[in-house]
């Protein structure tokens, strides 16, 4: 693909990444699609509690890599960091695979995975940083192209595990699918280190400064105490709403924080480029709020007012489990980033690439046009209160879209702006903020949440289309908001490319 950087020793590095990012979000995300529907109609959480306990755990597992940032580039080295990370999340979705209904053992296995993800997640995009330093126009088209490997695992993941429970469930009963379906997620970190282990002689030259040292037993067994006593606080955050809501606002204080620090201690010339971070991040922030509906008031959406049998005039083509609806996230991403890509490198080369500012104004135009389209769901309904799924199609294209030019780029950004010493903590200061406004948009989702007493999809259905008409009208004003800064973002850019040249 044109859109990479040449060289064969940068692709084979980059392809090895590629390869494990794409089985650890197919675990990931596989987990996701069912996690909400497991607490609702497994445990028998209300929707306000299910929305705010993924809200909370969404938040821990993006917060994490703050610290698993830091531990790759300063103890451990940002390749190791990863794959003990790789194998630690394998463990937290085979917890998952327990028979159980009961809520605490959901935590503590929620709580590994909080802490397998810290430690893989900013490490990994961190090596693909390495891998593509130097060139603006080059990073954003690796970065999105990475972006596709994320969403090619959710995909496949997102399509299986829906219908691999309903399967299970439906021929053996006792509930076995919801925990059969766990366990594919499991399996697919596994597939995922073997991959590695398979391709490593091309990340040997890749990596943070304790990669090229032996590794340390003593910091190795600080770093896994440390994270046995996250599990089991992070399990106490997940039971305890006041306690979910404290942490994760002391977590946005502490982004806010951080920018501040590194500002102030970075050299001059490198101010420009933090400054800009930060606007970046916190339009980034906003963006999260949007991307959880997908898993928690979409989900529910699709469970109660959804046809969820695909037809062409008339004809009925295939059906889906609801859950299965998720998948049109990573599939329109996974269509839509080589384009982008493309688009990027050719307009590069020509002097004509747009800024990443630029990008996210344009994004957020385009999200309020997603859930605009769902808003209007109530013009479409049936006499039974159920919309086509094509609506969905239509409206995952377009926050799908949105996503690639705002949070698509998140990375890129930071690749961009931050300098290389500060690389992995900032990427996790980054997913921090995105841990928060995940914990706000579960907040959110619960102005959506259906009483117990209401079945009837004509009932939920006004429900629904008042949270996302009220959503396309926040994402017009976050598409002000984001062009009200392009002047400050082009004077810093520019501040920025005038030093780094």
């Known amino acids: 693909m044109n859109s990479l950087p040449a060289r064969p020793s940068q692709t084979r590095s980059f392809t090895t990444v590629f390869l494990i990012e794409m089985w650890e979000r197919f675990g990931y995300y596989g987990m996701q699609a069912l996690i909400v529907y497991y607490m609702v109609q497994r445990l028998r959480f209300d929707d306000d509690r299910a929305n705010l306990v993924w809200g909370a755990a969404a938040a821990l597992i993006y917060v994490a890599p703050a610290i698993g940032g830091w531990i790759g580039d300063k103890i451990l080295g940002t390749r190791r960091t990863m794959l003990i990370g790789a194998v630690i999340l394998a463990i937290g979705y085979a917890l998952m695979v327990v028979p159980t209904e009961s809520a605490w053992f959901l935590f503590c296995a929620l709580g590994v995975i909080v802490v397998g993800n810290g430690l893989f997640k900013a490490n990994a995009g961190n090596l693909v940083r390495k891998i593509y330093e130097g060139d603006d126009s080059r ?74 040292q032996p590794a340390s037993v003593g910091k190795l067994g ?58 970046l991040t916190v339009q980034t922030v906003f963006y999260f709020i949007f991307y959880q509906q997908m898993s928690t008031s979409l989900n529910l959406f699709a469970l109660r007012n959804v046809d969820w049998t695909f037809k062409l005039f008339g004809a009925e083509l295939f059906t889906w489990s609801p859950a299965q609806f998720q998948a049109l996230n990573p599939i329109w991403i996974f269509i839509l980033s080589p384009i982008l890509a493309w688009w990027y490198t050719w307009s590069g080369k020509r002097g004509r690439n747009m800024s990443i500012a630029t990008k996210f104004a344009i994004g957020f135009v385009i999200i309020a046009l997603g859930f605009f389209i769902y808003g209007a769901a109530g013009n479409y309904a049936n006499a ?36 290389e010493r500060m690389g992995g903590f900032m990427m996790g200061a980054y997913f921090v903020a995105s841990g928060v406004s995940q914990y706000l948009g579960g907040v959110v989702a619960t102005y959506a949440s259906v009483p117990e007493d209401i079945t009837e999809p004509l009932q939920t259905l006004p429900i629904y289309t008042n949270l996302f008409n009220k959503l396309g009208v926040a994402a017009i004003i976050c598409t002000l908001i984001a062009i009200a800064v392009l002047p400050l973002m082009k004077k810093l850019s520019a501040e920025h490319s005038s030093h780094a040249q």
């Open 384 to 419: 039974d209160g159920k919309v086509s799924s094509w609506l969905m199609v239509w409206g995952y294209g377009a926050i799908s879209l949105g996503e690639l030019l705002v949070s698509g780029l998140g990375l890129a950004m930071i690749a961009r702006y931050v300098p």
């Open 139 to 212: 990073i954003d088209s690796a970065f999105t192209i990475y972006y596709m490997a994320v969403n090619l695992g959710a995909m496949i993941s997102q399509l299986l595990t829906p219908w691999l429970k309903d399967y299970v469930n439906s021929h053996y009963g006792n509930e076995l699918g919801w925990h059969v379906a766990f366990a594919v997620c499991s399996a697919g970190l596994v597939v995922g280190l073997f991959n590695y282990l398979a391709m490593r002689a091309s990340m040997t030259h890749i990596g943070s400064a304790p990669d090229q």
């Open 222 to 279: 600080a770093v896994l105490a440390l994270g046995v006593a996250a599990i089991f606080v992070s399990a106490y955050i997940l039971q305890h709403q006041a306690v979910a809501r404290a942490f994760v606002y002391a977590a946005a204080i502490g982004v806010l924080g951080i920018f501040a620090y590194l500002i102030a201690i970075g050299r001059k010339e490198e101010r420009a480029g933090l400054i800009a971070a930060l606007v």
